[in-house]
């Protein structure tokens, strides 16, 4: 059996789920790392036996045997690294969010398509078990016309500091880190509309509040306290199938707690798909809700990032078409940029 062999570029957090997840596939070799901090690097490669290391991706991507890479760098890596990654002739599973903004990404979709290569985008949410049943739902019209969605992802306090929030490598705060997943999923499981009008507000009202205590957060591998980006969002989104999405997110907000929800309206039921999946019919004149039962074991981040990359590699060995091809990518960036110019001009902004 040929063992597709791949290399990580960006041995952050995020890389190690790529990682495991390779090294739970028979046919996968990790071959090789690259950051551009060379102890970093070094450690990730001894902890996962990798023979090759890098601190140029440029000098990596000079490896014949290199079939495909994960870029899993800062938000400003990944136009420059997969669009170098393209035209050296590797298939590119590049991180969400695709680019910084919709220009970056529509080059990339641009030189995917003349190198041939595959460019997945990393929605991993969309591998979810909750979003599986709620998509076969959707699809068998249980849920008839959905005409209305809401989703949030709101934290109290969880500014992540270091690269997210330093707009130069991140591009935005909770909307394009956070927003992309829960936007992303409400054009997946309605088949992919079209946005084609925003009108939205960001906050920058609270900053990082670094010198709060009693609550943990997530902190960046590299954390510094700078912060030039917005630390919430609200917007209404209009797709071209008539649905209509109310979207918010914060990083600090003075929130009882945080909140993680998404929420579909259908003129035939309704359906919840974070915090649970639940279903809202009609039955013999009543109003029903059920509960589907979900295997633990099948739930979760991390069978989340085991289905997306054993994904990635059945596209490259069985030309399986891809569940999150880079045009869903610059689709959801369309939609992010347009969240910031409304904000920034006060207006409705068309797509
Ligand atoms: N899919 C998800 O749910 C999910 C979750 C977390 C993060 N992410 C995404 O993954 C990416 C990385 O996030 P993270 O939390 O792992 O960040 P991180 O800071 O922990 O890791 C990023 C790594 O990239 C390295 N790097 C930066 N520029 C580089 C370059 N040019 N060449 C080589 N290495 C470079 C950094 O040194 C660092 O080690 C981000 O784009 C983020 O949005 C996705």
Redesign the pocket.
């Known amino acids: 059996m040929k063992k597709i062999k791949v290399g990580i570029?960006?041995?952050?957090?995020?890389?190690h789920m790529h990682t495991t997840s390779y090294k739970k596939l028979d046919n996968v070799e990790v071959i090789a790392v690259?950051?551009?901090?060379e102890e970093?690097a070094k450690a990730y490669a001894e902890q996962y036996n990798i023979p090759q290391v890098f601190t140029d991706?440029h000098e990596m991507l000079k490896l014949e045997e290199l079939d495909a890479v994960s870029v899993?760098?800062?938000?400003n890596?990944?136009a420059p690294?997969s669009i170098d990654a393209l035209k050296a002739g590797k298939h590119v599973l590049c991180?969400?969010?695709l680019a910084m903004n919709a220009k970056q990404a529509e080059e990339m979709v641009q030189v995917a398509k003349e190198s041939g290569k595959l460019l997945m985008v990393?929605f991993?949410r969309r591998f979810g078990e909750n979003t599986k049943i709620l998509k076969e739902a959707i699809e068998q019209e249980q849920l008839g016309d959905v005409y209305y969605a809401k989703t949030g992802c709101i934290r109290r306090w969880g500014n992540p500091g270091?690269?997210f929030s330093d707009f130069e490598r991140s591009g935005g705060g909770p909307v394009i880190?956070l927003g992309v997943h829960m936007i992303d999923l409400v054009r997946y499981l309605n088949g992919k509309p079209k946005a084609i009008s925003v009108t939205a507000s960001t906050f920058n009202k609270l900053g990082m509040k670094p010198e709060m205590k009693g609550i943990g957060k997530y902190y960046?591998?590299?954390y510094s306290t700078h912060n030039d980006v917005e630390d919430g969002a609200t917007a209404l989104i209009k797709f071209d199938n008539g649905l209509t999405l109310f979207f918010e997110t914060s990083w600090v907000m003075h929130v009882k707690q945080d909140e993680l929800y998404l929420q579909l309206y259908g003129d035939k039921a309704g359906a919840q798909m974070e915090p649970t999946i639940e279903f809202y019919g009609e039955q013999n004149n009543y109003f029903t809700s059920t509960t589907p039962l979900v295997d633990p074991n099948t739930y979760g981040f991390e069978s989340n990032f085991n289905r997306e990359i054993a994904h990635f590699i059945d596209c490259l060995v069985n030309d399986t078409p891809c569940l999150n091809p880079a045009e869903d990518g610059l689709e959801l960036m369309k939609i992010l940029d347009a969240i910031y110019e409304s904000a920034k001009t006060g207006r409705e902004v068309l797509i």
């Open positions: 570029i960006g041995a952050g957090s995020i890389s690259c950051d551009i901090d970093r991706h899993t760098t800062w938000n890596g990944h690294l991180e969400k969010p990393g991993v270091g690269w880190d960046s591998a590299d």
